[in-house]
């Protein structure tokens, strides 16, 4: 049975949400997750929202209007990892299983549900693609296969398709380059050719082909690649036509003795299999090396196609500085309803006035001339800078910011709990961060209390490092 047959229907609902992005976050965090975790029994339930909730507490998220999602519960900070939680598991990406040593269920990944969650941690990650689809790579299974003893032929087709996938990113390289030719030919100003630059500078193909010319240099490994494909070729030859040898005398000592033919032997047969591996093994290598026949034709074609961008983005430039863009600039256009109004007087009066112009404005025509300043307006004095007063702090407006992670106050808290009580006394604050942890722990649970707590503050405290905090009593 196929994996494409095991997904529920309820699956792709994921995909329809408004709040897809967060899923997809979830997932990789919490994948990302199990596989450091040290538990062999797998992350709980409990887990699963606390690390999801980390990740909340990271996003600024608004939640001064009420969102529902797809299934029509309410979604607030204090229960969204929990309904997206059941959601996934719903649906069918999580799979939850009971485990009677830990007393509580556990989340595991299905099959088709990993491929899709690799997918997302190569589309939001910049470095999925570095070791992938490159030339280094292509070098190191050839070298591993010559100097593997049993001549894997997994370790060729590996290979073959890295070098499929380099000599497709290197054609969609060409394919986003014609298209930038045309973006660069339709620009008319500065900013427009300037944008288009800048894009094609910042994206994932360039960086690609940053990759494939300074650390995995195509010029670098090119010749070694090409070494490494006649000495495997020139190895399996010798090794298959060893082999044939063995047979041959094998064929003829079965003979002379006269016994079961030879082709029912396990021996011969294991020769006649060495033999169809050697030849897979060749004509994978011929594959390959037609591929890299084709990387070095189509590499060479992209290194001429970024010149000639260049080449364009300059002549693009060098035409806008001869011969303007004036059906773009504004300034132009502005000079021109100038001259039409009827009110330029006054329109002129007021910018001046908006603009904050120390001088009166001119109006500079074709017969203006080149004139000498006046001697009215005076000579150049400098003044002093004036130093504004230092203003002080407002301390009523002092905010705590969030200096500690959510595990150190989660951790903070379950230091203190007691009996199924979070229980503060003298001995809670031993330092200033204990006491703005303390500050958390009261924040989180006033203004995003649960149902389910009881919470008193009792009298004044004072510890012997002078600290003053108030007794706080949370009761699960």
Same mark, same amino acid.
């Given at each position: ?8 229907? $309820? ?6 949400? &408004?709040?897809? $992005? ?7 965090? %919490?994948?990302?997750? *199990?596989?450091? *975790? ?9 887990? @699963? ?34 309904? @997206? ?60 296969? *010559?100097?593997? &003893? ?44 300037? +944008? ?37 070729? *020139? ?27 030879? +082709? ?9 299999? =060495? ?5 897979? =093994? ?37 035409? %806008? ?66 130093? $504004? ?55 989180? =649970? ?15 405290? $004072? ?14």
């Amino acid at each position: 049975m196929s994996l494409i047959n095991k997904i529920p229907k $309820e699956f792709y609902k994921l995909f329809a949400s &408004k709040y897809r $992005e967060y899923y997809q976050r979830f997932l990789i965090s %919490i994948y990302e997750e *199990s596989g450091r *975790s040290y538990s062999l029994l797998g992350l709980t339930e409990r887990e @699963c929202c606390a690390i999801m909730n980390e990740w909340i507490a990271a996003e600024t998220l608004d939640w001064s209007e009420e969102q529902f999602d797809e299934e029509g519960e309410l979604l607030t900070r204090s229960n969204m990892a929990f309904v @997206c939680l059941k959601h996934l598991e719903e649906w069918g990406w999580l799979r939850k299983d009971y485990d009677e040593s830990l007393n509580s269920y556990v989340v595991s990944f299905p099959e088709y549900s990993q491929l899709f969650v690799e997918l997302f941690q190569r589309l939001y990650s910049e470095d999925s693609t570095k070791e992938r689809e490159s030339v280094l790579a292509v070098y190191s299974y050839l070298y591993t296969y *010559s100097a593997d &003893k049993e001549k894997n032929n997994e370790i060729l087709k590996s290979a073959l398709q890295t070098s499929q996938s380099l000599l497709r990113m290197l054609s969609n390289m060409q394919e986003g380059m014609r298209g930038y030719f045309d973006e660069l030919s339709r620009q008319r100003s500065f900013l427009g050719i300037q +944008e288009v630059l800048v894009n094609e500078i910042n994206n994932s193909d360039s960086k690609k082909y940053a990759i494939l010319t300074t650390t995995d240099s195509f010029y670098r490994y090119k010749e070694a690649v090409k070494e490494l494909i006649d000495q495997n070729l *020139s190895e399996n030859e010798a090794r298959r036509q060893q082999f044939l040898d063995q047979q041959m005398q094998l064929k003829l000592q079965m003979e002379s003795e006269k016994s079961v033919p030879v +082709e029912y032997t396990p021996k011969y047969r294991r020769l006649e299999r =060495a033999v169809s591996l050697c030849e897979e =093994a060749m004509d994978i290598i011929y594959r390959i090396e037609r591929e890299f026949d084709a990387i070095e034709r189509r590499y060479n074609k992209l290194i001429e196609q970024k010149t000639v961008f260049a080449s364009r983005a300059a002549a693009r430039i060098r035409y %806008i500085l001869m011969e303007g863009a004036a059906e773009e600039d504004q300034t132009v256009t502005l000079v021109n309803l100038l001259n039409r109004s009827s009110c330029q007087e006054e329109i002129l009066t007021k910018l001046a006035d908006r603009m904050h112009l120390t001088e009166r404005f001119h109006v500079i025509t074709e017969r203006s001339l080149f004139r000498k300043r006046d001697s009215e307006r005076g000579s150049f004095e400098p003044q002093a800078v004036v130093r $504004e007063e230092d203003q002080r702090e407002d301390l009523d407006s002092f905010v705590l910011k969030p200096l500690y992670t959510g595990k150190e106050i989660a951790e903070f808290r379950r230091k203190n709990i007691k009996d199924g009580r979070f229980t503060v006394t003298r001995d809670t604050v031993q330092s200033i961060e204990d006491l703005e942890k303390l500050f958390f722990v009261w924040q989180d =649970a006033t203004e995003i209390a649960e149902n389910d707590q009881e919470i008193s503050i009792g009298e004044e405290l $004072e510890n012997e490092e002078g600290f003053r905090f108030s007794e706080l009593t949370i009761k699960e």
